[in-house]
């Protein structure tokens, strides 16, 4: 009947504005997300001296979005915690995040000395039998005791990052007196064995944060810390302490300088 085929156009019309009403919200959204990359960029190096934002419509003029898309951009960047609104004033910074180069092997004091004092709180700190991923790892028979370390990092006052260190005992007995809280423990490596150290192997990635973790970093449980764990060798090549970092994802970078080779 002809009524029936003006109802079945009526609907086809009404599925095909929503398709479209659709896509278009999946095209914004994916221009914000862009947006928020370009921006998390400019704000983490500096490029905001006095800590304000562009105007949303300075911003949608420049990178050539619509006022929708910068606004969804911004509230990615005010959920990671990395900008906030305040009335008359605009879209201002309000965290920074401190950068971790990969590129060369230092202690986190080192690595961020410029950005102020890294100071440890050591929660656990004695022998302990080494699990057999973490004696193998140290090319140590299964259940030799290990020193454990479990320590709490932090910049500014703020908790930066949770250490969970395992080192072999015949080294590890030697830092039982030593000021850990204070000085990184790949300075007293070098000191204790006489020795540099030589090359370390790493994996990051992104876990989610423990009951024990969360509360310990002041994080939200459940909430994503990158996860570095990080093997270090002396340099004739002995394994002498296998770590495992939690950092506050919300807090530091990663970065390094990557060459190709053939």
């Given at each position: 009947?002809?009524?029936?085929?003006?109802?079945?156009?009526?609907?086809?019309?009404?599925?095909?504005?929503?398709?479209?009403?659709?896509?278009?919200?999946?095209?914004?959204?994916d221009r914000a997300r862009q947006l928020a990359d370009l921006l998390r960029r400019l704000l983490l190096t500096g490029a905001f001296p006095d800590g304000v934002l562009p105007h949303e419509s300075t911003l949608a003029t420049e990178y050539g979005a619509?006022?929708?898309?910068?606004?969804?951009?911004?509230?990615?960047?005010?959920?990671?915690?990395?900008?906030?609104?305040?009335?008359?004033?605009?879209?201002?910074?309000?965290?920074?995040?401190?950068?971790?180069?990969?590129?060369?092997?230092?202690?986190?004091?080192?690595?961020?000395?410029?950005?102020?004092?890294?100071?440890?709180?050591?929660?656990?700190?004695?022998?302990?039998?080494?699990?057999?991923?973490?004696?193998?790892?140290?090319?140590?028979?299964?259940?030799?005791?290990?020193?454990?370390?479990?320590?709490?990092?932090?910049?500014?006052?703020?908790?930066?990052?949770?250490?969970?260190?395992?080192?072999?005992?015949?080294?590890?007995?030697?830092?039982?007196?030593?000021?850990?809280?204070?000085?990184?423990?790949?300075?007293?490596?070098?000191?204790?064995?006489?020795?540099?150290?030589?090359?370390?192997?790493?994996?990051?990635?992104?876990?989610?944060?423990?009951?024990?973790?969360?509360?310990?970093?002041?994080?939200?449980?459940?909430?994503?810390?990158?996860?570095?764990?990080?093997?270090?060798?002396?340099?004739?090549?002995?394994?002498?302490?296998?770590?495992?970092?939690?950092?506050?994802?919300?807090?530091?970078?990663?970065?390094?300088?990557?060459?190709?080779?053939?």
């Open positions: 009947m002809p009524s029936d085929r003006i109802r079945d156009h009526a609907g086809q019309g009404a599925a095909t504005t929503v398709a479209a009403h659709r896509a278009r919200r999946r095209l914004r959204a619509s006022r929708n898309t910068v606004r969804e951009a911004l509230d990615l960047l005010r959920s990671e915690g990395l900008v906030e609104r305040q009335p008359g004033v605009g879209t201002v910074v309000v965290a920074h995040k401190y950068p971790h180069g990969l590129d060369r092997l230092m202690g986190l004091a080192e690595t961020l000395r410029e950005h102020g004092q890294v100071t440890n709180e050591v929660r656990t700190m004695g022998p302990a039998p080494a699990p057999a991923p973490v004696a193998d790892r140290l090319r140590l028979a299964p259940g030799t005791d290990v020193l454990y370390i479990e320590r709490l990092r932090r910049l500014g006052g703020l908790p930066l990052s949770l250490d969970l260190t395992y080192i072999p005992l015949d080294i590890g007995t030697e830092l039982l007196g030593a000021d850990l809280e204070n000085t990184d423990v790949f300075r007293l490596l070098e000191a204790v064995t006489g020795q540099r150290l030589g090359h370390a192997e790493i994996t990051l990635e992104a876990v989610s944060a423990d009951t024990h973790s969360a509360a310990v970093l002041e994080a939200p449980r459940g909430t994503a810390v990158l996860m570095l764990e990080r093997l270090t060798h002396l340099a004739d090549g002995r394994p002498v302490d296998l770590e495992f970092i939690r950092f506050r994802g919300d807090r530091i970078t990663m970065s390094g300088l990557l060459h190709r080779t053939r």
